[in-house]
């Protein structure tokens, strides 16, 4: 079975500032699929990045940015020049490529992001 | 577009009851899945289904069951419930036979409180 920790349940950043959000994951198979998942308040679920093990190239959007190391099964999450609206809990996530498009998320605990104006 | 809508958003039960959850998916999508996160942890998986069967199942006893419609909205039930059952039930809705990397889009779930 797939576990996915994250080890830091609090983290603090300035706004415009730059925080990194940690998440490693063990898993026995060799390709599979990372999400970081936003849930702000109005707790809706809000996807914030993918990356598919396949792939070399750290994934990126806009201001947010993965550090993919597959052989530490490593997946944190880079948040650039962080605004208000940042603040939330992030959660990151792993799929199996094997059972299928629609295989379940196995999630990790979650971090609570703050940012100080 | 519609997104994936439940209800209600808020449900106070008392131990031994039972309960009934709604979800019905985006537009365009499937497949239903059901998260259960307790307070302060993450979604754990509970079901998934498509072309209303069952087709994956996390581990959560029986007393938890669902049901998908022909229209593919989805109900999760849960029976005998327990001070421990108290949590936010999300509900994910996605295409079955999309790409992998698909994300699944959450609802805004239901908070369930039992006294």
């Known amino acids: 079975a797939q576990t996915v920790t994250q080890s830091q349940p609090e983290m603090s950043v300035q706004e415009a500032e730059t925080v990194t959000l940690s998440c490693t994951y063990d898993?026995?198979?060799?390709?599979?699929?990372l999400f970081w998942y936003k849930q702000p308040p109005s707790r809706q679920m809000i996807l914030v990045i993918r990356?598919?093990?396949?792939?070399?190239q750290n994934a990126t959007e806009n201001r947010f940015s993965v550090n993919f190391q597959k052989a530490a099964k490593s997946f944190s999450l880079k948040i650039s020049d962080s605004q208000l609206g940042d603040a939330a809990m992030y959660f990151c996530?792993?799929?199996?490529?094997?059972?299928?498009?629609?295989?379940?998320?196995?999630f990790g605990k979650g971090i609570t992001l703050s940012v100080r104006p | 577009d519609a997104g994936v809508t439940q209800s209600p958003t808020h449900l106070i039960k008392t131990r031994g009851q039972q309960v009934t959850l709604r979800c019905s998916p985006k537009s365009g999508h499937d497949t239903v899945s059901w998260y259960q996160q307790a307070l302060g942890q993450g979604p754990q998986f509970i079901f998934q289904y498509y072309e209303e069967e069952e087709r994956q199942r996390g581990n959560f006893p029986d007393r938890f069951s669902g049901h998908q419609f022909p229209n593919y909205s989805s109900e999760l039930n849960v029976n005998a419930l327990l001070l421990g059952d108290s949590a936010l039930y999300l509900c994910?809705?996605?295409?079955?036979?999309?790409?992998?990397?698909?994300?699944?889009?959450f609802g805004d779930g239901t908070r369930l409180s039992i006294l």
């Open positions: 994910a809705s996605s295409f079955f036979l999309g790409e992998g990397n698909q994300p699944q889009h």
């Open positions: 898993t026995s198979e060799s390709d599979y699929y």
């Open positions: 990356q598919e093990a396949y792939k070399q």
């Open positions: 996530a792993y799929r199996s490529f094997y059972t299928g498009a629609n295989s379940k998320l196995t």
